[in-house]
């Protein structure tokens, strides 16, 4: 599985951006996708996921009602969109796809095993 991200960038407080996620090879062995995130000094989070038949998602606390997980069938892409950023939201964003399937509960982040590379978003206030 590869996946390759995109969508960040310079935005400010209050205003919308959206990142995405385009996954290729084996992409029948995807389970989940999950957007994670990583501050300076910060350990890794995981943001928000989706289950690639897309009937379930997660959202962590602190985006619930700001950012929305949903994929394209057809384009084998996950998007994160993230509305009235703010400051916090500040990071290097990762998606992970969890091909393991070895639970059910998106939030085990030991279940994703497939990187894409970061992509910054900076949110200014």
């Known amino acids: 599985v590869q996946l390759q991200a995109s969508g960040g960038g310079l935005v400010q407080a209050g205003d919308s951006l959206r990142l995405s996620c385009e996954a290729s090879?084996?992409?029948?062995?995807?389970?989940?996708v999950g957007w994670f995130r990583q501050a300076p000094g910060k350990e890794r989070e995981l943001v928000a996921a989706i289950t690639w038949s897309g009937d379930s998602t997660y959202y962590t606390d602190s985006v619930k009602g700001r950012f929305t997980i949903s994929k394209n069938n057809a384009k084998n892409t996950v998007y994160l969109q993230m509305n009235s950023p703010k400051p916090e939201d500040t990071a290097v964003y990762y998606c992970?796809?969890?091909?393991?399937?070895?639970?059910?509960?998106?939030?085990?982040?030991?279940?994703?095993?497939?990187w894409g590379q970061g992509t910054l978003v900076t949110v200014s206030s």
């Open positions: 090879l084996r992409v029948f062995d995807i389970y989940a």
């Open positions: 992970a796809a969890d091909t393991q399937r070895s639970t059910t509960h998106l939030a085990v982040l030991t279940s994703y095993d497939y």
